[in-house]
Nanobody, 121 residues
Framework: QVQLVESGGGLVQPGGSLRLSCAAS????????MGWYRQAPGKQREAVASIIIGGNIHYLDSVRGRFTISRNNANNTLYLQMNSLKPEDTAVYYC???????????????WGQGTQVTVSP
């Protein structure tokens, strides 16, 4: 069973930085896509940044130039480096990966448990 465990959230002042991590464990044969989502109180979950295998990287317009998504394949960890944080970035952040566990199986979406990011003076 695949598990995604997030870390790195917290309270930061406007203009500050945080780095979120999402460690994947379990049986992983292939990963087709990976990304970070966020959900603020009273709002729908939105995609913040994603990597589609093949190299395409997408960012939400409001974070482009401030956030960077990356992955270390050696330790199966996905990162989101967040710089120049703004109060409107406050939300619970979730990682997501579409993973094929075995060569004979289809792929499934897996989610991290969520980590709170609060940007406030």
């Amino acid at each position: 069973q695949v598990q995604l465990v997030e870390s790195g959230g917290g309270l930061v002042q406007p203009g500050g930085s945080l780095r979120l991590s999402c460690a994947a464990s379990g049986s992983i044969h292939n990963i087709y896509s990976m990304g970070w989502y966020r959900q603020a109180p009273g709002k729908q979950r939105e995609a913040v940044a994603s990597i589609i295998i093949g190299g395409n990287i997408h960012y939400l317009d409001s974070v482009r130039g401030r956030f960077t998504i990356s992955r270390n394949n050696a330790n199966n960890t996905l990162y989101l480096q967040m710089n120049s944080l703004k109060p409107e970035d406050t939300a619970v952040y979730y990682c997501n990966e579409n993973i094929q566990e075995h060569w004979w199986s289809g792929s499934n979406d897996y989610w991290g448990q969520g980590t709170q990011v609060t940007v406030s003076p």
